[in-house]
């Protein structure tokens, strides 16, 4: 191996500018998209559940809903502090969450999901 030391070396080279964008990368999060509320939303102050379970698990709610509304008639959800909702994505939820791609698509395409609710719901309008 005449050439040994110079593949070496090469392989060096090449596996550090492989691998530059992730050690260049590392440690550092994408920055969270900024939700915006419309002002229903900011005059309502609470959801149907505390903030905190809303944005890790307002999907597993809604999965929840669907399956109750659908397969047991169950429409109206009566929340933690005592308050009654009608289940409903298009009436419940979005009449405060009206704004599609300003509030629910960035957090989507923040963390890469593509939620199957718009196969049976009516894509919301925006509202100005």
């Given at each position: 191996m005449y050439d040994g030391g110079k593949i070496i070396v090469g392989l060096i080279i090449g596996l550090g500018l492989l691998l530059s964008p992730f050690f260049y990368n590392a440690g550092k999060a994408?920055?969270?998209?900024?939700?915006?509320?419309?002002?229903?939303?900011k005059e309502a102050k609470?959801?149907?559940?505390?903030?905190?379970?809303m944005r890790e698990?307002?999907?597993t709610l809604l999965d929840e809903w669907r399956q109750t509304v659908v397969?047991?008639?169950?429409?109206?959800?009566?929340?933690?502090?005592?308050?009654t909702f009608y289940k409903s994505l298009q009436v419940t939820c979005l009449e405060?969450?009206?704004?599609?791609s300003?509030?629910?698509?960035?957090?989507h395409n923040y963390v890469d999901v593509a939620p199957y609710c718009w196969d049976c719901h009516i894509l919301p309008e925006e509202k100005k």
């Open positions: 994408a920055k969270a998209p900024e939700r915006e509320l419309t002002p229903k939303a609470a959801c149907v559940a505390p903030l905190s379970y698990s307002h999907f397969r047991d008639g169950e429409r109206y959800y009566k929340a933690s502090d005592g308050k405060c969450h009206s704004n599609y300003k509030f629910c698509l960035q957090c």
